[in-house]
């Protein structure tokens, strides 16, 4: 039996041994998952819990006592949703509940590629498992790194993902719920909206906007509404001010708390962007942040 027939094999008693073997190996890839991040000394998900345990109790959370400086600005207040939580549990406890959540998220990946193969290619949906499996190899590099320090960005994509699934599917008014809990968290999932619109999905649209209002004011009574509404304009200015900068590569001209583009890892695509548009010597212009 040559490897293809072995992958993908006809007969349905060996596409489910196939999927048992599969399943069990992603099982144990979880586990070591698991065990690598509960070993983390530093990372994403400490600085998280630093975010929420200075909101709860009531100092800025944006200011790191420790570092001296402003931290988490690309964030809105209503990030505590998440850190607030994170923050009443021990981090190995913390570390472990998040890595689950992470496993979920695959999970529920997997389940929407079996749904749009079902929907797309039905000749392929007996076979789901091995598709998933090639393309979590192909991002297994930004996987390990997500999982390794409680990174959120799979869980901000499942979100996404779970929303347009449900507004494309016909349950717009509860596609509204991930869609607006993604945005109050990662608001650069901003141009869902976008897509969303340009497709005529307007009560999609209109949910995920009234419920992203709802929880992105939700912790206020917690922190005090006019010490939140301070926070939240503050955020408001420093994002705007850093989408208006003219040289992206002068750290001076950054707001505190934001990313300088040259020492951030996670600003390569406005820089590649900002290398396709402008010729040498240009200083950029905010065309560049809007593409």
């Not at 069990?24 to 998952?33: K, Q, Y």
Request: glycine share 6%.
């Amino acid at each position: 039996m040559n490897v293809k027939e072995r992958l993908l094999p006809r007969d349905p008693s060996a596409q489910r041994r196939r999927d048992r073997v599969l399943l069990a190996l992603a099982l144990l890839a979880l586990a070591v998952l698991a065990v690598r991040a509960v070993r983390k000394d530093a990372g994403v998900l400490v600085n998280n819990q630093a975010f929420g345990a200075r909101f709860l109790a009531g100092q800025d959370p944006y200011f790191d006592p420790a570092l001296g400086r402003r931290m988490h600005g690309p964030y809105p207040p209503s990030y505590v949703i998440v850190c607030a939580p994170l923050a009443l549990l021990p981090t190995v406890a913390a570390r472990l509940v998040w890595i689950l959540a992470q496993g979920a998220a695959l999970a529920l990946f997997f389940q929407l590629l079996r749904r749009r193969l079902r929907l797309s290619w039905p000749a392929l949906e007996p076979h789901a498992s091995v598709v998933f499996a090639g393309a979590l190899l192909l991002v297994s590099r930004y996987v390990l790194r997500d999982t390794a320090a409680g990174g959120g960005n799979l869980l901000y994509a499942v979100l996404a993902l779970s929303g347009l699934e449900l507004a494309f599917s016909g349950a717009e008014l509860r596609s509204g719920l991930p869609l607006a809990l993604g945005l109050v968290l990662k608001p650069n999932l901003a141009p869902l909206l976008l897509l969303l619109a340009l497709r005529r999905r307007w009560r999609a649209v209109a949910s995920a906007l009234g419920i992203a209002a709802l929880l992105f004011w939700l912790p206020a009574p917690f922190y005090g509404p006019a010490r939140y509404a301070d926070l939240a304009h503050r955020w408001v200015a420093d994002v705007a001010a850093f989408a208006r900068l003219d040289e992206l590569h002068d750290s001076r001209a950054v707001p505190p708390g934001m990313p300088p583009a040259e020492k951030a890892m996670n600003q390569c695509l406005r820089e590649a962007v900002y290398r396709l548009m402008r010729p040498p010597g240009d200083s950029g212009a905010p065309d560049v942040h809007v593409v």
